[in-house]
């Protein structure tokens, strides 16, 4: 029988193995090596437990762990209240003011979170105008009337609520406009209200939609540092910084972020669990303008506040008062140390925007020349730095990093008697490293959605003229999806202006930017000096959520012109 099988194996043609190319080799190598942080983080998993992370262990880390899961928690209901019902007001009824909503909705999203604690504190703090207007009206005192303590956990519940909702918001919105009439249609005509045809049938639909926005919110959250810092609440990010800077115990910190990870992998597998398990595909190709409710008298006046009660609180209020504290302190701007903050800043996000895109470009394309699962997989690993907080991401770089300076400048002075020095820790080439590692996911989908949307045969066609893949990719495929290169270029660079915990860490000695200046003068309770840093920072992120907004309302085929 064996011999048997081995004839008939030697007669039959063997399969052919496909020899990568230089575009999967790349898109390989690019995805190991933007991985490097996460498995470098993972592997302190298994080594050793030292004193430090034992006496953490027996101290704060169930603080740790109760404060975080604590505030998910309470950020995952606020943007779940918040998000769903926006959407679908703004998306299948009418009424006044709804198509300024369709975009002012997502205003609070160019508004860190750290910014608007600072604002907030500000002006609710006992020395802030709102308790001074309250003692002068009533004549109290200290500790004659009860008031909010913003510095606490709900306050930064509500302070990343105010300002993580719009992930909520965007996607259950799109999922919304993309609901075959038919379903909705049927709904109606079998007497749902909008009420019952909101639970029943919108709702469930959109579910996939709504928990990859939650998803999106509570990883924000566990990767916030400058709100709880600023309020004093111990949670993962901030004891990890503490842990390697305060300590001084880098393996420790490496194994807080490691436990952290778990959380993100927790969410991360939640969220593909959900979309695995509830598909819903439209049984028509039909599409046309949704007739949307017209709501009246209460109704109508319900739907005006709670679509503009989020707006007010996270970004007009804020922005108010930090363009007076601005005014007050116009010094500020004029000094040619803030035009240094923002020289490094914009360079910085400009330099780590071209890389991010260019990265991006080759590992896309390198899926759709060669995919296979394990391009698939290479892909998809890369972009998982997005999941992943700034500090982890941090600690990941600086510990090879390290090792790497290390070694070779102990292989210098040996070999021949200088010293390198830090060649790559310490520098903006860490910095930069970061940013990508970070920000790699926010450029490689766009990119590679705009790449789906060109037709493969423009590919056979092209080459069939004698054009190469590098050829065909500049001279065809770039100029087509223009837009889409100009928009990762864009969100990767705010995002990048924004971003705190990887530049406090990364950056090196004497380099600041406009969010750690921010950070530091609000830290030292000049506040209304930090004015200026924070309003360049949202003024510039307005840009990609005016870009995101047209986009979402171009995205439903067919025609959804407002009534």
């Known amino acids: 029988m064996r011999s048997a099988l081995a004839t008939l194996a030697g007669t039959m043609p063997r399969a052919r193995l496909r020899r990568p190319d230089g575009w999967t080799l790349s898109t390989l190598l690019i995805a190991g090596v933007l991985s490097l942080p996460i498995l470098v983080i993972f ?11 034992l006496h953490l262990r027996q101290t704060v880390l169930q603080d740790y762990v109760v404060n975080s899961l604590v505030l998910m928690l309470g950020v995952g209901v606020g943007v779940l209240l918040i998000g769903v019902p926006t959407a679908w007001l703004v998306s299948m009824c009418d009424f006044p003011g709804r198509r300024i909503f369709e975009w002012a909705l997502l205003l609070p999203l160019a508004m860190p979170a750290y910014i608007i604690a600072y604002t907030y504190t500000g002006m609710l703090d006992f020395a ?6 309250i003692r002068d009206l009533t004549g109290w005192g200290y500790g004659d009337y009860w008031f909010p303590e913003i510095r606490s ?43 019952a045809g909101f639970r029943r049938v919108a709702l469930p639909l959109a579910r996939p939609a709504i ?49 952290m990870m778990t959380f993100v992998l927790v969410l991360i597998v939640l969220e593909r669990y959900s979309r695995r398990r509830a598909r819903f595909h ?3 190709a039909r599409y046309s303008r949704l007739p949307r409710y017209r709501l009246k008298g209460w109704a109508r006046t319900g739907a005006l506040v709670a679509c503009l009660l989020p707006i007010v609180l996270g970004f007009l209020v804020p922005s108010t008062q930090l363009f007076q504290w601005a005014m007050k302190t116009t010094h500020m ?48 690993v890369a972009s998982m730095g997005y ?10 770089i600086m510990l090879p990093f390290a090792w790497i300076d290390n070694t070779v400048d102990s292989f210098m002075r040996e070999a021949f008697g200088i010293s390198t020095g830090l060649i790559l820790s310490g520098t903006l080439v860490a910095l930069v490293f970061a940013y990508c590692v970070r920000f790699l996911a926010v450029s490689l989908n766009t990119i590679d959605a705009g790449l789906a949307k060109i037709k493969p045969s423009m590919d056979d066609a ?11 990719l500049r001279r065809v495929h770039m100029p087509i999806m223009r837009g889409s290169i100009l928009t990762a270029l864009l969100l990767v660079f705010v995002d990048v202006l924004k971003e705190l915990p990887a530049t406090l860490i990364l950056r090196p000695f004497n380099f600041n930017t406009l969010a750690v200046r921010a950070f530091e003068l609000a830290s030292d309770e000049r506040l209304a000096d930090s004015a200026s840093a924070a309003l360049a920072i949202v003024l510039v992120g307005i840009i990609p959520v005016i870009l995101i907004s047209r986009t979402i309302s171009r995205s439903r085929p067919g025609h959804d012109t407002p009534a």
């Open 128 to 133: 802030g105008p709102v308790q001074m207007q």
């Open 211 to 259: 928990i990859t926005g939650l998803t999106l919110a509570l990883m924000e959250t566990l990767a916030d540092y400058g709100t709880v810092e600023y309020f004093g609440i111990p949670t993962f990010t901030t004891g990890i910084f503490r842990t390697w800077f305060g300590l001084g115990d880098p393996g420790a910190a490496a194994q807080l972020a490691a436990l």
């Open 462 to 472: 092209a080459r069939s003229l004698g054009s190469g893949p590098r050829t065909v």
């Open 282 to 284: 439209h049984t028509s």
């Open 333 to 380: 701007w004029m000094q040619p140390q803030f035009l240094g903050l923002v020289w490094n800043s914009v360079s910085l996000a400009a330099i780590a925007a071209v890389l991010a895109v260019f990265l991006s470009l080759i590992m896309a394309y390198g899926k759709r020349l060669g995919p296979s699962r394990t391009t698939n997989a290479a892909v998809r």
């Open 43 to 53: 592997a302190h998993v298994f080594i050793p437990a030292s004193e430090v992370w």
């Open 387 to 396: 999941a992943i907080p700034g500090t982890v991401i941090a600690v990941g």
């Open 153 to 195: 956990l709900p306050g930064a519940i509500a302070m990343l609520t105010l300002v993580l909702y719009p992930y909520v918001y965007l996607l259950s919105r799109a999922a919304f406009l993309e609901q075959s009439i038919c379903v909705l249609e049927v709904s109606r005509t079998l007497g749902s209200s909008p009420w």
